[in-house]
């Protein structure tokens, strides 16, 4: 069983940065795609990036974009966000999750790690 655990969260100053980790354990054929998602209180969890994993091709939420870059190590099956320039409205749990074939329904969400920012 596929099993994602996400770490790197904790509380940090608006400007400032943090990167998040996801390791992957578990799988028998590597993914189509990693991804990372976040939800914050109140609101509905919302697309932050992600990693094709074999050929590296990255996506960004507009929010994402030239703030935070997603990468993988395919030795180690582990998938990072860093994130720089951060902002209050970035606080949220921060999730990774895989689709294992294209078009397929994101799956093996971790438990999260949340991610505080102080304004």
């Known amino acids: 069983q596929v099993q994602l655990v996400e770490s790197g969260g904790g509380l940090v100053q608006a400007r400032g940065s943090l990167r998040l980790s996801c390791a992957a354990s578990g799988w028998s054929f590597s993914p189509y795609v990693m991804g990372w998602f976040r939800q914050a209180p109140g609101k509905e969890r919302e697309f932050v990036s992600s990693i094709t994993w074999n050929l590296g091709r990255t996506t960004y939420a507009d929010s994402a974009k030239g703030r935070f870059t997603i990468s993988r190590d395919r030795a180690n099956n582990t998938v990072y966000l860093q994130m720089n320039s951060l902002e209050a409205e970035d606080t949220a749990v921060y999730y990774c999750?895989?689709?294992?074939?294209?078009?397929?329904?994101?799956?093996?969400w971790g438990q999260g790690t949340q991610v505080t920012v102080s304004s």
């Open positions: 999750a895989r689709q294992q074939v294209l078009g397929a329904p994101w799956e093996s």
